[in-house]
């Protein structure tokens, strides 16, 4: 067991999209003592008013893509970098099954390439963030950090794709890794091609909530703030070489959460007025059901409760989103269509 990690010199990648720019901004307020390095390319999921520290002596940010080697390494050697926390990554399952292979270009290549760069300049601590979607559909049994990785859409396989590189890398070259796997993130600031922040911007739209399927697939809900404090406990307690998943209690049926937003946002008429079920993926994971015990045996646990997490985010919609990324009408599609990927 490792004693407590302090590190000095961390870079972020995709700092500027929803979980990496809440790490961004919590790490560098609670640790003046640390610089904060943040490398976003700037997709369109990316938007750098997701920052609000840009002012801080301790923050730099850094346009560009962690899959050119030569620009990860200069950074790597010119800021002193002892740890990177690996968020970047095409993350909406939707959008994997039209342009699959740019997730293997972002989420394997770019991976790779920044295990190689860390590796040659002798990281520290490397911590790769993965989800809980690697395992596959997930009926009646918990998932622990051991169990068998299934992904059953091209996003989900290249996340685990990308795992077992990183696995590589640390049985080979004794790379101080550790995974992370998540189930789903909610919050201020998230890109509303997703569940919550689409069916908020469609309701606010006039639109309907568009849910795929029946919508009974279930998932659990984190919000962003009890990820950012689990990546927080992780960095400084997490063992190299170990695997965490992140979960959360609070699971519900889409239906569900739609439902709840439709009542918090105060809709005239019944809640089945704002809901049109639309065709179902091409393929639906049922459920994810994570084991966390390894992670609360650190000293973490979600605080923040669904119904608490999901009031503040339809507040920060109806304050903040119309401005924050600029056109977002093929984002809450009901289904991508032609749209750029990020």
């Known amino acids: 067991m490792e004693s407590k990690y302090t590190p000095q010199n961390i870079l972020i990648t995709g700092g500027c999209g929803f979980i990496a720019s ?10 003046p003592m640390y610089n904060i390095v943040n490398i976003d390319k700037m997709d ?6 997701n920052c609000s520290v840009s002012g801080n002596p301790n923050y730099k940010f850094v346009k560009g893509d962690i899959a050119s080697a030569d620009l990860v390494r200069y950074i790597l050697e010119n800021e002193k ?31 790779h390439v920044l295990l190689e760069t ?3 300049v002798g990281i520290k601590r490397f911590i790769h963030v993965s989800t809980d979607e690697v395992y596959g559909s997930c009926d009646s049994v918990e998932r622990t950090e051991d169990s068998v990785l299934d992904p059953s859409n091209p ?40 569940l919550v922040p689409k069916c908020i911007m469609r309701l606010k739209a006039g639109l309907p909530c568009c849910i795929h399927g029946d919508g009974s697939n279930r998932r659990h809900f984190i919000h962003v ?8 406990v992780i960095m400084h307690k997490g063992v190299t070489g170990s695997t965490y998943n992140i979960g959360s209690h609070d699971e519900f049926p889409n239906l569900f959460v739609a439902t709840e937003i439709i009542k918090m946002l105060k809709m005239p ?74």
């Not at 809640?271 to 179902?280: G, P, Q, S, W, Y």
């Open 22 to 31: 809440h790490i961004v901004n919590t790490f560098v307020e609670k640790y």
């Open 44 to 49: 369109e999921c990316s938007s750098m008013k």
């Open 81 to 111: 970098i002892d740890t990177i926390i690996h968020a970047a990554a095409q993350s909406h399952v939707d959008n994997s099954f039209g342009n699959s292979l740019s997730f293997t270009q972002n989420n394997v290549i770019g991976t």
């Open 118 to 120: 860390a590796k040659a």
């Open 155 to 194: 996003y989900a396989a290249s996340k685990a794709a990308a795992e077992h590189i990183v696995k590589g890398y640390m049985n080979s070259f004794q790379f101080p890794a550790i995974i992370t796997r998540g189930n789903n993130v909610y919050g201020p600031g998230q890109y509303p091609e997703k």
């Open 225 to 232: 703030s009890d990820v950012v404090s689990a990546f927080d």
């Open 269 to 342: 008429g019944n809640a089945e007025d704002h809901i049109e079920l639309v065709n179902d993926r091409a393929f639906n994971d049922v459920r994810y059901l994570l084991s966390y015990s390894k992670l609360t045996a650190l000293g973490w646990a979600p605080k923040v409760s669904f119904h608490e997490g999901l009031k503040e985010t339809i507040e920060w919609y109806g304050q903040h989103a119309n401005q924050h990324w600029g056109d977002i009408s093929h984002a809450i599609l009901p289904h991508p269509i032609n749209v750029k990927f990020c």
